[in-house]
């Protein structure tokens, strides 16, 4: 399997760390994609030790997921994300979904953004920033 996480349902996971070590156990693949720029996924998996096989990069969620998809070819090809723009785009990338809630249930994930104070190289602090 490869397993995909939106960046904000990882984000809504109180571990991403164990939640990657733990999907290693049963996935050959695990990453994180997202509209948002390069940089800001790679400081959130960097600060919280997430080693991913793969990142979006400069594309989007969609695009993101056909590369993938072409690159790591797997019996299964699932989606982790928070809403319903996110099945969508799973769905036209003909990817399952799964809500970021359902997969910590299945996986016995712990939910709950981290305590840490907001990163301001995390998106949404300064306006200025690239």
């Given at each position: 399997m490869t397993l995909a996480f939106e960046?904000?349902?990882?984000?809504?996971?109180?571990?991403?760390?164990?939640?990657?070590?733990?999907?290693?156990?049963?996935?050959e693949y695990v990453g994180v994609v997202s509209e948002?720029?390069?940089?800001v996924v790679t400081n959130y998996t960097r600060k919280h030790r997430v080693r991913q096989d793969f990142f979006?990069?400069?594309?989007?969620?969609?695009?993101?997921?056909?590369?993938?998809?072409?690159q790591f070819e797997t019996d299964r090809h699932v989606f982790v994300g928070t809403d319903e723009d996110d099945?969508?785009?799973?769905?036209?990338?003909?990817?399952?979904?799964?809500?970021a809630e359902d997969a910590a249930a299945a996986a016995d994930w712990a939910l709950g953004a981290d305590d840490v104070e907001a990163d301001?190289?995390?998106?949404?602090g300064r306006e200025d920033w690239p």
């Open positions: 960046l904000d349902a990882l984000r809504a996971l109180s571990d991403p760390e164990a939640v990657f070590t733990d999907a290693r156990g049963w996935t948002q720029p390069t940089y979006s990069g400069p594309r989007g969620v969609k695009e993101s997921l056909n590369r993938v998809r072409e099945r969508a785009v799973a769905e036209d990338a003909d990817w399952e979904y799964l809500d301001p190289f995390e998106g949404g």
